[in-house]
C-alpha cells in the first residue's frame, strides 16, 4: 500500500464508523446490550485506526490544499473547520463515554452518549465528505 492510497483508505474507515455507530445504537434500542457493546468497541477500535492512518497520511504528506474556486470553496471550509473543531472534542467524549460503560456506570453513560453519538456520527460522515471534495470533486 502506498502512502496516497491512506485518504481512501481513511474515508473507507469513516464510513465503517458511521455505520457501526448506527448499528450499535439501533442494537441499544433493541435491548441488546453485548451485541450494542461489540458494535461500539468496534467503532471506537475502526476510529482509532482512522486516526493512525490519518497521522501517518498527513506526517508523509502534509497539508492538503483545497484547489476548487468559487461557491464550492466556503462550503468545503465550512465543513472543514466544523469536522475538525468537533473530531477534536469527539476523541475525549467517546473515549469516556467507552469508560463509564465499561465500570457500570450506565446512567452517566448514556446522559454522555446521547451527545457523543450525533456528534461522532456527523464527524464520521463529514470526514467522508471532505475526503470527497478534496480527492474526487
Same mark, same amino acid.
Given at each position: 500500500?502506498?502512502? $496516497?492510497?491512506?485518504? /481512501? %483508505?481513511? &474515508?473507507?474507515?469513516? #464510513? &465503517?464508523? &458511521?455505520?457501526?455507530?448506527?448499528?450499535?445504537?439501533?442494537?441499544? $434500542?433493541?435491548?441488546? $446490550?453485548?451485541?450494542?457493546?461489540? @458494535?461500539? #468497541? @468496534?467503532?471506537?477500535?475502526?476510529?482509532?485506526?482512522?486516526? /493512525?492512518?490519518?497521522?501517518?497520511?498527513? &506526517?508523509?504528506?502534509? *497539508?492538503?490544499?483545497?484547489?476548487?474556486?468559487? =461557491?464550492?470553496?466556503?462550503?468545503?471550509?465550512?465543513?472543514?473547520? *466544523?469536522?475538525?473543531?468537533? @473530531?477534536?472534542?469527539? @476523541?475525549?467524549? /467517546?473515549?469516556?463515554?467507552? =469508560?463509564?460503560?465499561?465500570?457500570?456506570?450506565?446512567?452517566?453513560?448514556?446522559?454522555? /452518549?446521547?451527545?457523543? %453519538?450525533?456528534?461522532? %456520527?456527523?464527524? *464520521?460522515?463529514?470526514?467522508?465528505?471532505?475526503?470527497?471534495?478534496?480527492?474526487?470533486?
Amino acid at each position: 500500500m502506498d502512502v $496516497r492510497d491512506l485518504p /481512501a %483508505l481513511n &474515508a473507507l474507515l469513516n #464510513t &465503517a464508523s &458511521a455505520v457501526l455507530l448506527l448499528t450499535g445504537y439501533r442494537l441499544i $434500542r433493541q435491548g441488546r $446490550r453485548e451485541a450494542h457493546r461489540k @458494535a461500539m #468497541t @468496534a467503532a471506537l477500535a475502526v476510529s482509532v485506526l482512522f486516526l /493512525a492512518s490519518y497521522l501517518v497520511y498527513h &506526517a508523509q504528506v502534509g *497539508s492538503v490544499r483545497f484547489q476548487k474556486t468559487g =461557491w464550492i470553496r466556503p462550503v468545503y471550509f465550512s465543513i472543514l473547520i *466544523s469536522h475538525t473543531v468537533l @473530531a477534536a472534542c469527539v @476523541a475525549p467524549m /467517546a473515549l469516556v463515554t467507552v =469508560w463509564r460503560a465499561w465500570k457500570g456506570r450506565f446512567d452517566r453513560h448514556r446522559r454522555l /452518549a446521547r451527545i457523543t %453519538l450525533p456528534l461522532w %456520527l456527523y464527524v *464520521s460522515v463529514t470526514g467522508v465528505i471532505v475526503y470527497l471534495m478534496l480527492y474526487r470533486l
